[in-house]
């Protein structure tokens, strides 16, 4: 099939970009974006025209991605050994060694399996020609396979037909691509936390191929192996680390001694081979965009080959003759910092005035090793559909091809096409605001859809990592998951029991909302009663809102995606989306009943905890946390002793299956919290079946600061609830 055969196709899916966006939306497909200092979650916008790369054409881009990525590999072997390159005068050993991405500390370490470079992220654009130029390569911490793996499978289920009519390459390996080289134990992936702007991504690709998403306080090193740590305190071996933070963060002891969010003596169990680190330390070294100039040398020493993909061209302002041209023509070239990323620090000298070129040329005196400078690739716009028109617009876009490498290289058959955000604005980038789209690689006439062969193993990250389980549950994940449980339950309840007084206020007047007020121990002035309705309903900054309410259960669940799964994680996310959208129309909504909708997505969301495969201790958390508000928040109202034997059953049924294991201490406080409450609401029978709880959790409770701080419980109705 040809790429205009499988555009007509496509067209089918701009008809229901709406669909899939609202899909998106619903599951948080997010990158973070920071601006002025300050970070912002949005949704990733996605364009539903897909990138179409017809078969032959993808077949030759395979065989240079492959080519590259060995030689890339093959040169930091080389550079951390040997310097073979250096001795042999191919690469002057000043480019090498003043690197920012060169680190000393890991020369003479080989790691597990010999492949440095396990993931590679290479950035390419098309030309208005046709022509294929490779812009970046990169080798470290390589973002974004997840976006589009996500985008697909919504395609496929919101469109199947059109899956069936155009023969598209299946890009749903790529969990099962990375299979990497081990020592003995468990896969982690490592995340510096929830405000990264990859975060989704790193808690996607957990859930997607078994591996535990872990934060640095969850890992320590002892007697130089690493250990991930469960919420009672046991170690379990760790043999790989999916690491998704920066080299000079990785380890304090031995890059940034500063870093607050590396894992002291990490290092040290790499270098003595007892766990394996992907991509591994020091790749910055081959990803400088100054070392970017000599990889078709690297090609040609390390693989006897002419490259089949090329650079863009490029000059070196070290060297003085390209120097010299690069200030004559400066108006005409691109000018890189090569100690930037993420599309900052590129500067089309075009764009500037007089005045700004010619600081820029000082500087570039100054320190010529920190910039490059390429000629301006005029490459193909490609269609997106305007979010407020409606209408095509032609864009700039790029396309990161991921190329994995285990026991073989493979090319992922898909890739991250990142779009402008505006159009003709060259830099693509998406923490510069740009979007995606899918990108389709059509399949050979033979019509075969999986082709990376028998040689691929179907694993998950490692074939030791076991599923989810409260065994892989950290101090601060139980304490997420007993939380969640609470915070669902608040917003449920609370908007339930919401709507009786407010219905008697139509009838009466606002004193007949008083009980529900002093019940969860709210202001009583209502001289401004819709503006206390409003702030207790919608107000995000009272802590008393019910929005508060949900907005805490999402950020307890928003790090629980691999234990919870992205199809349950998407009732909270509604549950948001519904409050956020209520909010908004509050000053015009006639029917303040639609709240109910929120009711629903939790009752959704306990119902699909419920019926998963999750294992049984790792619902009680949740489910005890919801029940002990649950009792709370009953007996706040003064309901019927009645009322308290279902909560009080489901509380007694999960905390058997708890028998004989260590629980968190957020347990013991909760229950005993609520009995100092419970003299003054009266419940003497309630009193004498909660301190039996109370006497089994103490008996079992963990003591001692848990290692992690990170612990999400400070939003409550009443500032002393614990």
Not at 72 to 82: C, E, H, P, V, W
Not at 500 to 512: K, Q, S
Not at 574 to 587: G, P
Not at 597 to 612: P, Q, R
Request: include cysteine.
């Amino acid at each position: 099939m040809t790429e205009r055969s499988a555009r007509q196709f496509a067209e089918e899916l701009v008809n229901r970009r709406g669909d899939i966006n609202r899909e998106l939306s619903r599951n948080g497909v997010r990158f973070g974006v920071y601006k002025n200092g300050e970070y912002h979650d949005r949704l990733f916008p996605y364009d539903p025209i897909p990138r179409i790369i017809e078969s032959d054409e993808f077949d030759e881009l395979e065989a240079g991605l492959k080519q590259r990525v060995n030689a890339l590999n093959a040169y930091l072997k080389d550079i951390y050994s040997d310097k073979r390159i250096i001795h042999d005068g191919v690469i002057p050993e000043e480019y090498v060694y003043t690197s920012a991405g060169y680190f000393p500390q890991v020369n003479g370490v080989t790691p597990p399996g010999g492949i440095f470079a396990h993931i590679a992220g290479e950035d390419l654009v098309q030309g208005e020609d046709g022509r294929w130029w490779v812009l970046e390569d990169n080798l470290r911490i390589p973002s974004g396979a997840s976006y589009p793996l996500f985008a697909r499978d919504i395609e496929r289920r919101t469109n199947p037909k059109l899956f069936r009519d155009v023969h598209v390459r299946d890009n749903r390996d790529y969990p099962r691509l990375l299979d990497f080289v081990s020592t003995e134990g468990i896969a982690v992936v490592l995340t510096p936390g929830r405000y990264n702007s990859a975060f989704f991504e790193h808690a996607y690709l957990a859930e997607k191929t078994g591996a535990a998403l872990a934060f640095p306080e969850d890992l320590e090193v002892v007697d130089n192996k690493l250990y991930f740590l469960d919420y009672a305190g046991n170690r379990h071996r760790v043999g790989a680390v999916y690491r998704r933070l920066s080299d000079e963060y990785l380890d304090p002891f031995a890059f940034n001694p500063d870093s607050v969010i590396g894992v002291p003596g990490l290092l040290s169990a790499y270098r003595s081979g007892n766990v394996a680190i992907i991509n591994a330390p020091g790749n910055g070294a081959a990803d400088d965009k100054a070392i970017y100039y000599f990889v078709p040398q690297m090609v040609r020493y390390y693989l006897n080959e002419e490259p089949i993909l090329h650079n863009a061209p490029t000059y070196m302002p070290m060297f003085e003759k390209d120097r010299k041209e690069v200030l004559d023509r400066m108006g005409e070239l691109v000018i890189k910092d090569v100690a930037e990323a993420g599309g900052y620090g590129v500067v089309f000298g075009s764009s500037l005035d007089k005045a700004a070129r010619e600081d820029l040329a000082d500087r570039i005196k100054e320190d010529p090793r920190r910039f490059i400078a390429q000629e301006v690739i005029q490459f193909r716009d490609i269609d997106v559909i305007d979010p407020d028109s409606g209408e095509v617009s032609p864009r700039k876009c790029d396309l990161r091809a991921f190329v994995v490498t285990g026991q073989n290289t493979h090319v992922w058959y898909s890739g991250l096409t990142r779009y402008s955000s505006v159009p003709g604005q060259m830099i693509v980038n998406s923490s510069q605001g740009g979007g995606f789209k899918d990108t389709w690689v059509l399949a050979p006439e033979s019509g075969v859809e999986h082709e990376y062969g028998a040689e691929v193993q179907v694993a998950n990250l490692l074939s030791q990592s076991r599923r989810h389980s409260l065994s892989l549950v950290t101090a601060s994940k139980a304490d997420n998951l007993y939380w969640l449980g609470r915070y669902t339950e608040r917003a449920f309840t609370t908007l339930n029991q919401f709507f009786p007084f407010y219905d008697r206020v139509m009838d009466t007047d606002v004193d007949a909302f008083r009980p529900f007020a002093k019940a969860l121990d709210l202001p009583q002035d209502f001289e401004d009663f819709d503006g206390f309705i409003h702030s207790f309903l919608y107000d995000g900054t009272n802590p008393d809102s019910v929005r508060s309410a949900i907005v805490a259960a999402f950020n307890n669940a928003v790090v629980l995606r691999p234990e919870l799964t992205s199809r349950l994680l998407q009732y909270v996310e509604l549950a948001v989306k519904n409050i956020t959208e209520a909010a908004e129309r509050s000053a015009s909504a006639d029917d303040i009943y639609s709240q109910r909708d929120i009711a629903d997505d939790m009752l959704a969301f306990w119902g699909g905890i419920e019926n998963s495969t999750a294992d049984i201790t790792l619902k009680a958390f949740v489910f005890i946390g919801k029940y002990i508000e649950r009792i709370d928040l009953y007996t706040r109202f003064h309901l019927d002793n009645s009322e308290l034997d279902a909560p009080l059953a489901k509380l007694e049924t999960y905390s058997r299956t708890l028998d004989g294991m260590p629980l968190p201490s957020c347990f013991v406080s909760g229950i005993s919290w609520l009995l100092g409450q419970l003299p003054s609401r009266g419940y003497p029978e309630l009193t004498s079946r909660l301190n039996e709880f109370l006497t089994d959790f103490n008996s079992r409770a963990i003591t001692g600061d848990p290692k992690d701080a990170g612990m999400l419980n400070a939003m409550n109705m009443d500032a002393k609830r614990p």
